[in-house]
């Protein structure tokens, strides 16, 4: 094993850890924004920023299986609607206890 499998290890401890410190900062952001943006608008504002990010990455496969996605198209719209729009408004808006 080169030097090329080392870095590659090394990625994987770090991948997880930077997951981590996203879903713990998105949940301090949100609660000390929440008193100056809408939760539906920060839940839009952060999904936006994660389809900059990330359509990049996916861009090559969604061109390749742009029919299966099409012939899913209402399964799709209801789990983005229920795992996106709805929990981020439950999680944000009405669930969260405000934070003084």
Do not use: D
């Not at 900059?52 to 742009?66: A, D, G, Y």
């Amino acid at each position: 094993m080169g030097t090329q499998g080392i870095k590659i290890n090394r990625i994987v401890y770090l991948i997880p850890l930077l997951a981590t410190l996203l879903w713990g900062s998105n949940f301090l952001v949100g609660k000390n924004i929440l008193h100056h943006v809408p939760p539906f608008t920060l839940g839009f504002l952060r999904w936006s920023f994660a389809l900059i990010v990330l359509l990049p990455f996916t861009w090559k496969s969604l061109c390749e299986n742009w029919e299966f996605y099409l012939k899913f198209w209402r399964e799709i719209l209801l789990m983005g609607f229920l795992g996106i729009a709805l929990f981020t408004g439950l999680y944000i808006g009405g669930w969260s206890i405000p934070t003084r």
